[in-house]
């Protein structure tokens, strides 16, 4: 809200005290300034840099402003230990410009750090002989009847700027008109931080003048543009426009929408380009959180200065970065504008505000004002041409004031228009109970936006296309969809899939079936406007519906259903996708136990002899396989006593192999076929022998290449385990021999007497594909950011859904004053792949969860991690499962904390010292602020952030 001012300027002491100076703590503060002051100085660079014209005249954004008629004067410069900020103003043709002026911070060695550029490139401004200045009409348009400046005055002065209980150190660079008769004309505050430049507050008074800074661009009468009602007032309108979070402020001096994660809505007459920032939140001053544009394209072409009205006044900005729902949900657009007219309709913007009987006077408090309005029309737009636009009148009440022939005079509750900075705002409808944007603010009729005045829109549905490459979406959109993510899965994957429908609200819900009967309802939110993803993971066995997992077999169909309540005819239609279980994966080893006693390990086969053909064996889950056996040559089953001793360990103990088949002196042959081909298996012959005292026998094992042979002699009540006895303190994988089967999906199995042996015997077999282990994970800290200055988390990716066990990631503090750290595992599977976010504490943390200034090794423990199929994760990558990944052992990997390290380097030098200084006095979602400044993230860089970083300036952290 600006001052108000009676004749000539307040005296800056008076403007303190009107600001309620606490002089005691400003001079408390000055001292911490003068702090940071002369640590910068003590610590500068000296360089020679050129001058501040010279600068400004090779950078692309202001280079102009030297060139042609165009000229900077300089009118004032102020100095301090922290640099120079120099106050430039604009002539054009000889001519001084109102409130046309450029602003440089520079460094102590001389270079810009920051340019505030106020400069009019296309000049719209008020000259000191009483004339308007119009570069695109070419001519000077006399408005003596607004009044004549005799000169302008610029000044630049260091201050204290408050923002409720907050004092920043700023420039005030303060902008005069006076008068033929020495009376002050207008004035213009600004109020400019002396760390980067940004614009804390600008005041504006004169309304003459005010009237000619909105001078037309193009049209006559056309006005680049919320002004509320009387009645509703001020904090009636930014109540009104809290909800609309999707609605940002753009620093140009703009209104945009986000349309989608990483685009923005605007006006092309804005001028919007790379580098400038969108703020959300209700206060511009003090947002939410800030992004940058990256581009800018405009659907019609042309550019800042083309016609307002053409229907083309419309620009989509892409982000550098994408938006977190958190911060704000895209906006959808209204897909035709036949049924506008009549239509209320809201507006939201960050311009210029007030009430209607007096207009916005020229002031903005930088909050989110919103109101509403009736479309009174959409095509031409009344009093100018044009296309494409929609138009609503500032209704009192009054006939004098329903500027729009045959629309209602009787204004809406909180009836509102527009003013200067809602430029490029949305207009929205209500569709099915939402708001969508109709169009964006292109212009109005009048300056003031007083009762009468019309707002003019340019309609989206038009760019309809351009919008939706650029991530927008519709409503209207009639087909919604669902699908897998692939046509095929195995058994324990997780089946993705997205359901896509710009028409759904809220959350929506899919059921996935299988034909062997298992059935699932999930419920999804959107993680986009439209976009639902989900996944379920899959295991095999009987159905158990709505357990959360779907249980499938071999061969089953999944199907997944979505009902689309609207196919844009108003229709309700089913939307589905089918994929196969196209077979059974390795979960989990397939055992045969030969014994007379039907006694055998859980879920394996146990057979007491003969020939024949087994089909679809049964692993060790009770899940059947695609695997068959086939046993060659006749044979008897026996009982078996073994030796305890004797006996591997395994998870599904073996200890019930206490049996055999025997044929005498003939040879046994066993053929496992519906493998999958060229594939490795795990291979188990057992042998045992009940009634002689001794066996010897040969065995062969024929897949792909050539075949492994190896003897077994052992004695009466030993296990031995292909090559060898077997013994209790080992696992029965250490037996293990693997075989790669052959093309056809074979591997072949020959058991033969030696010498004169009187039996050959077999006490068991099994069976086990070979899964690919878990490739080892990738690691990041803090974000991937280089900045080492605080390190709060670190983020390990996988590249599948695993298993963890409880000492899976160990943390050590390394050199002699080391030791362990604790950490805190979170998991995250909903990507269809496991993310681990490891959280620090104890003694080697920060009261902020950071870690301590040090060196840090984190030790990734392969075998505590496993896949579905129990496959450990390859942590040393030597491509076999099991063993550690090591990170931080090395100095590359920079696994280090050293508080003020911004650029990750190991040391605190001039170059973080730079940066503490462009983020010094900032707060959260200020411009410039950096939280690896934030020591006690307070969300302040100030005093006690500062005395930690002097600890460690000019000191380095050495790799032990």
């Not at 239509?343 to 109101?371: E, L």
């Not at 979960?587 to 057979?607: E, M």
Request: hydrophobic share 35%.
């Amino acid at each position: 809200m600006a001052l108000n001012r009676i004749g000539k300027k307040l005296s800056k002491k008076n403007r303190q005290t009107k600001r309620g100076l606490d002089y005691q703590r400003f001079e408390e503060r000055k001292m911490l300034a003068a702090d940071l002051a002369g640590f910068a100085k003590a610590t500068a660079v000296p360089s020679k840099a050129p001058s501040v014209l010279e600068q400004l005249a090779s950078r692309d954004d202001v280079a102009w402003a030297q060139k042609g008629l165009n000229q900077l004067i300089e009118v004032a410069s102020e100095s301090n230990d922290l640099g120079t900020t120099t106050v430039f103003q604009q002539s054009w043709n000889g001519l001084a410009v109102y409130d046309s002026w450029i602003t440089v911070v520079q460094d102590a060695d001389g270079q810009i750090t920051n340019v505030n550029d106020q400069a009019r490139q296309n000049i719209r401004g008020y000259a000191t002989d009483g004339s308007m200045i119009n570069e695109n009409l070419a001519t000077r348009i006399g408005s003596q009847d607004l009044g004549k400046a005799a000169s302008v005055e610029s000044s630049a002065s260091m201050a204290w700027y408050y923002a409720g209980n907050k004092a920043r150190l700023s420039w005030l660079v303060e902008t005069t008109v006076f008068d033929t008769d020495g009376e002050v004309f207008g004035e213009h505050e600004t109020w400019i931080s002396v760390f980067d430049g940004s614009i804390f507050n600008r005041e504006v008074t004169g309304s003459a003048v005010s009237e000619l800074l909105n001078a037309p661009i193009s049209e006559t009468g056309v006005f680049a543009r919320i002004v509320i009602n009387d009645a509703i007032g001020a904090s009636g309108s930014r109540t009104y426009a809290e909800p609309f979070d999707s609605v940002v402020s753009i620093s140009v001096g703009c209104t945009g929408t986000l349309i989608s994660s990483n685009t923005v809505i605007s006006a092309r007459h804005c001028g919007i380009g790379s580098g400038d920032t969108i703020s959300f939140g209700d206060n511009s001053n003090n947002p939410d959180a800030t992004f940058t544009v990256a581009s800018a394209s405009q659907p019609a072409g042309g550019n800042a200065n083309s016609a307002l009205l053409d229907g083309g006044d419309v620009s989509i900005l892409t982000l550098t970065t994408d938006v977190p729902t958190s911060i704000a949900t895209p906006m959808r657009f209204i897909d035709a504008t036949s049924d506008l007219v009549g239509m209320t309709a809201v507006t939201v913007g960050y311009g210029y505000n007030g009430v209607g009987s007096s207009g916005h006077g020229f002031t903005a408090d930088g909050t989110r004002w919103g109101g509403e309005n009736v479309i009174d029309a959409f095509g031409s737009p009344s009093s100018s041409s044009g296309s494409n636009i929609i138009s609503t009148d500032f209704d009192s009440g009054s006939a004098g004031n329903n500027t729009i022939g045959g629309s209602n005079s009787t204004p809406l509750t909180f009836e509102a228009t527009t003013a200067p900075g809602d430029s490029g705002g949305p207009v929205l409808v209500d569709v099915g109970g939402e708001w969508v944007i109709a169009g964006v603010l292109s212009g109005g009729t009048t300056s003031t936006s007083v009762y009468g005045d019309i707002s003019w829109w340019t309609g989206t549905a038009v760019y309809r296309s351009q919008i939706e490459s650029a991530g927008g979406t519709f409503v209207g959109d009639g087909a919604g969809s669902v699908s897998f993510d692939q046509d095929g899965y195995f058994v324990g994957d997780s089946a993705v899939a997205t359901v896509r429908d710009g028409n759904a609200v809220g959350d929506v819900s899919v059921v996935i079936t299988t034909t062997s009967g298992d059935s699932e309802t999930l419920t999804i939110s959107a993680s986009s406007v439209g976009v639902y993803p989900t996944s379920i993971d899959t295991a095999q066995g009987s159905a158990s519906q709505n357990d959360g997992i779907l249980q499938v077999e071999e061969g089953d169909e999944i199907s997944i259903t979505y009902v689309d309540v609207d196919d844009g005819d108003g229709n309700t239609v089913d939307r589905t996708d089918s994929a196969t279980i196209n077979e059974i994966g390795p979960v989990g080893l397939i055992g045969v136990d030969f014994d007379d006693a039907a006694n055998a390990p859980l879920n394996w086969l146990s057979l007491s002899g003969g020939t024949g053909t087994f089909q679809d064996l049964n692993n060790e889950q009770g899940g059947a396989s695609q695997v068959d056996l086939q046993i060659i040559g006749a044979s008897t089953g026996y009982e078996v006593n073994l030796i305890a001793s004797t006996i591997p360990q395994h998870a599904n103990s073996i200890a019930n192999i206490d049996g055999q088949i025997y044929t005498g002196a003939d040879p046994i042959e066993f053929v496992y076929s519906d493998l999958s081909p060229s594939t490795d298996y795990e291979v188990y012959v057992m042998a045992a022998e009940g009634f002689y005292d001794s066996i010897q026998q040969t065995v062969s094992i024929q897949g792909e290449g050539s075949p492994i042979t190896f003897e077994q002699r052992f004695d009466q009540g030993e296990l031995f385990v292909n090559d060898q006895v077997g013994s209790s303190s080992s696992t029965l994988a250490e037996f293990a021999i693997v075989v790669t089967s052959d093309a056809n999906g074979t591997i072949s199995i020959n058991v033969d007497p030696i010498g004169a042996t009187q039996d050959v015997v077999v006490a068991g077999l099994a069976i086990f594909e070979v899964a690919e282990p878990p490739t080892a994970p990738t690691i990041s800290l803090n974000a991937a950011e280089v900045e080492r200055s605080m390190l709060t988390d670190a983020v390990i990716t996988f590249d599948e859904v695993l298993d963890f066990g409880a000492n899976a990631f160990e943390l050590v503090k390394r050199g002699p004053d080391g030791g362990d750290v604790e950490v805190t595992s979170s998991v995250d599977n909903s990507s269809g792949y496991s993310v681990v976010t490891l959280a620090f504490s104890g003694e080697f943390t920060e009261t902020s969860g950071s870690l301590v200034d040090g060196n840090y090794q984190l030790t990734i423990v392969g075998d505590e991690i496993t896949s579905a199929a129990g496959v450990a994760v390859d942590g040393d990558g030597d491509g076999d499962a099991g063993g550690n990944l090591v990170f931080g052992d090395n100095e590359s990997d920079n696994f280090f904390r050293f508080f003020g390290d911004i650029d990750g380097d190991r040391d605190s030098d001039v170059f973080d010292l730079l940066q503490l200084r462009q983020a010094w006095n900032t707060s959260a979602g200020d411009t410039g602020f950096n939280e690896g400044f934030d020591f006690n993230v307070d969300g302040e860089i100030d005093i006690f952030d500062l005395l930690p970083f002097r600890q460690n300036y000019r000191d380095a952290l050495e790799f032990v």
